[in-house]
């Protein structure tokens, strides 16, 4: 198999989160961390510790868009978290980076997702040109990366 050693912009990408309108303007960065585990053989003759992995931790991560009059997709899927009244609220959510033919390059697929916080709207400034953007944080079980 070839491998394609064009690198991948940071700017071309798809959020299938779930809702009707797919346009992120920001996606921050996906990491995971591993717990350092320290323990001690009591047969170990030099009293020595040894460190081995632990658990995993995904960090959440924060997708923002821009504000559309109507469009309250966001609040209503962080609500749903909010007044958990039975209704299911995890999704999966898959961010498509693209080549520079606009076609998929690199999937990941973010398992259980729900949003831990809602920002209704950013900060509002006379002086700025920025459009007003509402994110949410997401919280994940894993996440998976496949090459297209």
Known sequence: METDTDSLENFSFLVNWGGTRTEILRVSPLRWSTSV???????????????????SVYGPITIEREIISGDTEFQTWAGEVANTAGAPFRRDVIIT???SQRNPAVVFQLRNCWPSAYEAISELDAKSTGVATEKLTLEYDWFIRTDV
């Open 37 to 55: 585990v320290v323990q001690r053989s009591g047969s170990n003759i030099l009293n020595a510790t040894q460190k081995g992995p632990g658990p």
């Open 97 to 99: 980076v693209l080549d």
